[in-house]
């Protein structure tokens, strides 16, 4: 296992690498350029001047995520292949400089979605990312943009660059023409297009699921479940079709069984890498995120890490989403403080895991 940490980018990020490095048992980074829109060519020269620069503070850098599927890809418009043949150029690229692992998502128009990104948690004065279903009664897609851009302390949110939510009006009038069959056409498409590249320079796209894990605004969403990503992995039978398997993002419907599906992937070798971390259910399609630590959410973490453990346990891993603590003020979900200690958590729960499963030998 290797464990990483999300970094945005000088300029781009609160924290720093030295911070990052001060972080026992943190080897490397999952990376993300934030500052390219979805269908841009990610150049070979900016790819290496950011794995260098993280090279040069002691860190590896072999995944790298958001490099975002343009929206005329995901609703099949006769402009997806110039976007493809783009997406394979910066596949190109981020492999000469050694990514392994590319994180994307297939989700139309929002990449995910919460109704307060600093909801203060009772028990502890904290605050974490939150959704409530209800609370999205009576508005409109706009308007949860706007508030969301509001609530960002001034940072860019990953799936929510200016420039593609500009035209969501015209993007959602697209969809309501798409369903979620017509959506797994368009997928297929999309990986016939860049699978092939990706076995030729040895790197594995990894499918981040929906997040919340079930549709909004009646949009065609299919990565939430295990039956879901059955029929992802089916469009294309690679290894290098793989998953992001998100803990959080499936979790937050409780009815997936996350240490099951980490077993069913990972026995598939069709896990790519893992974001691990905990959320709260607190009604019907209302969650918060959590602490790491089992007990203050909804998830069993131990039981997550033993299924990484036992069937997957060369994948790289992150925390991610931590609650916002010490007063400390950062991009929502990325602060530095609970994600570090989410990394001591997860590190103390497979040291035991080793350990236990040794002894039985």
């Known amino acids: 296992m290797k464990m990483t940490f999300r970094w945005y980018g000088e300029g781009s990020d609160s924290i720093t690498l030295k911070q990052i490095k001060q972080i026992p048992g943190c080897t490397g980074l999952m990376g993300v350029l934030d500052q390219k829109s979805a269908g841009e060519v990610w150049n070979y020269e900016e790819c290496k001047a950011y794995v260098d620069h993280v090279h040069e503070a002691g860190l590896e850098c072999e995944v790298i995520e958001s490099v975002n599927v343009h929206e005329d890809i995901k609703m099949g418009l006769a402009t997806r292949d110039k976007y493809i043949a783009n ?8 492999a000469k400089v050694g990514v392994k692992v590319i994180v994307y998502n297939f989700m139309p128009v929002l990449d995910w979605l919460r109704t307060d990104l600093a909801r203060e948690i009772p028990e502890d004065g904290s605050n974490s990312l939150y959704f409530d279903e209800a609370d999205l009664m009576g508005m409109t897609p706009l308007e949860i943009v706007e508030n969301t851009a509001k609530s960002s302390n001034g940072f860019s949110l990953p799936g929510w660059e200016p420039e593609r939510m500009k035209e ?42 929906d997040d919340p894990a079930w549709p909004i605004f009646g949009l065609p969403r299919m990565a939430h479940s295990q039956e879901g990503y059955d029929k992802i992995m089916a469009l294309y039978d690679s290894p290098s079709n793989a998953i992001c398997l998100c803990t ?9 069984d996350i240490p099951a599906a980490i077993r069913h992937f990972g026995e598939m070798d069709r896990i790519g890498c893992l974001h691990v971390r905990n959320v709260k259910y607190l009604g019907y399609h209302k969650f918060r995120e959590a602490s790491h630590l089992s007990s203050d959410g909804s998830l069993d973490m131990y039981e997550i890490m033993k299924a990484i453990y036992e069937t997957c346990p060369d994948t790289s891993i992150r925390p991610d989403h931590g609650r916002m603590i010490w007063d400390e003020v950062g991009r929502p979900g990325y602060g530095l403080y609970d994600r570090a200690l989410g990394i001591t958590y997860l590190n103390g729960l497979w040291e035991a895991i080793d350990k236990e499963s040794k002894a039985k030998k």
């Open 248 to 256: 959080g993002s499936l979790g937050s419907d409780p009815n997936n």
């Open 87 to 94: 997406y394979c150029e910066t596949i190109k690229n981020l």
């Open 168 to 209: 969501l009006e015209k993007t959602l009038e697209t969809y309501k023409n798409i369903d979620v069959e017509q959506m797994l056409v368009n997928f297929k498409y999309f990986l016939e297009g860049v699978i092939p590249t990706c076995e030729s320079v040895g790197i594995k796209m990894a499918c981040h699921p």
